[in-house]
Each structure stands twice: as structure tokens, then as C-alpha cells.
């Protein structure tokens, strides 16, 4: 789908495995900016290529003229397809510094970071040829140019890449979506990444990796409040629950988080385990700071 002058969206569908018995439909945008070379940013699960490689087609490109993949962060459905995708068009893999060892090395990703079909979904380590810093560019010809905006919370080396020309910020999964599951390893950093974006001025059109773009300069700066709005509905779930069953850890507190919020307890998995122990390390701190 077409979203702006250069930028193009395609949705890609994948499985998520949550338990033995027990798979959820999952989805994650990958988006293809079109100028003299083609940039894509993020590539989703692995064989996604397939998917990426016939929308360039069907809109009269070729797959050759990717010349750059941007990840915005290191997590299996935005870099599963990168080792296939650089092995057809020899682009060069752009990441964040804190992102490229588990780009680079997926066996230490799997270890600190258990997803159940982990493999399934990434398709191979890929080498990282452009290591991003905050306040970086990156050339993308014809007068376009990302600027790279680091936003660490949902991981340490997630970037959010702005296309000024087209008014668009690509925030991966950096801004969480209202009502959807806890998925970050820091929470103060996650809220100061979103009021640095709520900062930019002039953004028209928002591509969060979760949802279809949302335009509108009105609907972008909403849904970063929203964000921002969740992240403190969530830790106040956290401390209520906490200070309920003060005896429990993270993993015995997650379903009573969950279902506080809405959301079923089975999605009681590692990764939103780690959400809520980062709830409770700021509740400690805010604790320590008051005694
Ligand atoms: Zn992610």
C-alpha cells in the first residue's frame, strides 16, 4: 500500500507460538521507501522476502534496487528476513549499535530473550554494515534523508528513523499500542523515547510496526499520548497488584497484571514477564527514594 510521496507499507502475517498446545495470528509492517534506490525498513519473519520482493515488483521495481535495510531494532518479526533479503540484493544492513549483537549473534538472542519458535521466525544472523548512533543520517539519494532517532525502552538499541520530506517517523515498536500486551525491557526509558518523539514537530504520518500508518498530524501526537497514557494505566496495575500479593515475583504477578488489564492471563510468556519486572524495578526505586 501506498502511505506517502516515497513510502510504501506491506503487512506481514506470522505465528507466534505461546505455549506447546497454543499459537497466536500475529502481524508486523515492513515499509519500502522508493527513491532513486530502494530503502526498506525492517523485513519481518523469516521467507518474508518472498512477500517484500513481489510488491517491488508489482509497483515496477526490482528487488535489485534494494540498496539499504534499516532495522529498527534487533526483535525476531523485524530482522527474520535479513540474512535472505541481503543474500538476493547485497544491501547494506543499517542497526543501532545496542542492536547489532543480537543481529549479528541470534543464538545470544534466543538465550537472553526465549521466544518458543525463535527459529522459525529469524532466518539467520545477518552482518550489520552501517552501525547507527543517535543524531545519524543516512543518505538515501534523490534528496531523501533518515535521520536516526534513538528510542530505547522496548529494547536497548530500538531507533525510530524519521523521513522529514514526507513528515514520517517509523517507531517500530518503541511507542507500545494502547490495549495491547506489555512488551519492553525499561520503562522510564521507554517514556522519555515517546516524549522525545512527541517532540518532533511537523510528523503527518505515524508507522508504528503494530498498526496499518495512521495519518494526520493530529491522530500522531494522540496516539503518542495514548502510549504515554497506557505505560502509567499499566504500572498502576503493577503497584496494585504488588501491594496485594507483596510475597510474589514478576512471573507469579504477570497473570494478576494481565487480567487487571483486560488481557488473558495466558499471555503470561517471558517477555511480558520482563515488562513486569521492569514495572517493579522502577516501583523499588520510586520506594527507595521516598524512605
Ligand atoms: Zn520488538
Same mark, same amino acid.
Given at each position: ?167 514520517? %517517523? +517509523?517507531?517500530?515498536?518503541?511507542? =507500545?499500542?494502547? /490495549?495491547?500486551?506489555?512488551? &519492553? *525491557? ?5 517514556? #522519555? ?12 504520518? %505515524? +508507522?508504528?510496526?503494530?498498526?496499518? =500508518?495512521?495519518? /494526520?498530524?493530529?491522530?500522531? &501526537? *494522540? ?5 504515554? #497514557? ?62
Amino acid at each position: 500500500m501506498q502511505v506517502t510521496e516515497h513510502i510504501h507499507a506491506i503487512k506481514i502475517p506470522f505465528k507466534l507460538t505461546v505455549s506447546p498446545e497454543r499459537t497466536v495470528d500475529r502481524f508486523v509492517y515492513a515499509y519500502l521507501i522508493f527513491g532513486k534506490q530502494i530503502c526498506l525498513i525492517d523485513c519481518g519473519v523469516s521467507a518474508s522476502e518472498a512477500m517484500i520482493f513481489d510488491y517491488v515488483r508489482e509497483a515496477g521495481r526490482d528487488p535489485q534496487e534494494i540498496s539499504m535495510l534499516v532495522l529498527t531494532h534487533s526483535h525476531p518479526d523485524h530482522i527474520g528476513a535479513s540474512r535472505a533479503v541481503k543474500g538476493e540484493t547485497g544491501c547494506q544492513v543499517a542497526a543501532h549499535v545496542d542492536a547489532q549483537p543480537w543481529i549479528e549473534d541470534i543464538e545470544l538472542q534466543a538465550k537472553h530473550r526465549p521466544i518458543a519458535n525463535f527459529h522459525s521466525l529469524v532466518g539467520g544472523p545477518v552482518e550489520v554494515d552501517l552501525v547507527l548512533r543517535d543524531g545519524g543520517t543516512l543518505d538515501l539519494g534523490d534528496g531523501l534523508t533518515l535521520e536516526v532517532v534513538h528510542t530505547p525502552g522496548h529494547s536497548k538499541g530500538s531507533i525510530s528513523p524519521l523521513l522529514r520530506e514526507d513528515g514520517a %517517523l +517509523f517507531s517500530g515498536d518503541a511507542l =507500545p499500542m494502547a /490495549g495491547g500486551l506489555p512488551i &519492553y *525491557e525499561d520503562v522510564s526509558s521507554s517514556i #522519555r523515547s515517546i516524549r522525545r518523539l512527541r517532540g518532533i514537530k511537523g510528523l503527518k504520518v %505515524l +508507522f508504528a510496526s503494530w498498526d496499518a =500508518p495512521h495519518r /494526520g498530524k493530529d491522530r500522531v &501526537y *494522540e496516539l503518542m499520548d495514548g502510549g504515554l #497514557r497506557y505505560f502509567q494505566r499499566i504500572h498502576e496495575a503493577v503497584r496494585k497488584v504488588t501491594a496485594d500479593f507483596p510475597s510474589l515475583d514478576a512471573r507469579e504477578l504477570c497473570p494478576r497484571v494481565l487480567r487487571n488489564l483486560g488481557l488473558p492471563e495466558s499471555a503470561t510468556i517471558p517477555i511480558v514477564v520482563k515488562s513486569i519486572e521492569a514495572h517493579l524495578k522502577e516501583i523499588e526505586c520510586q520506594d527507595l527514594l521516598r524512605e
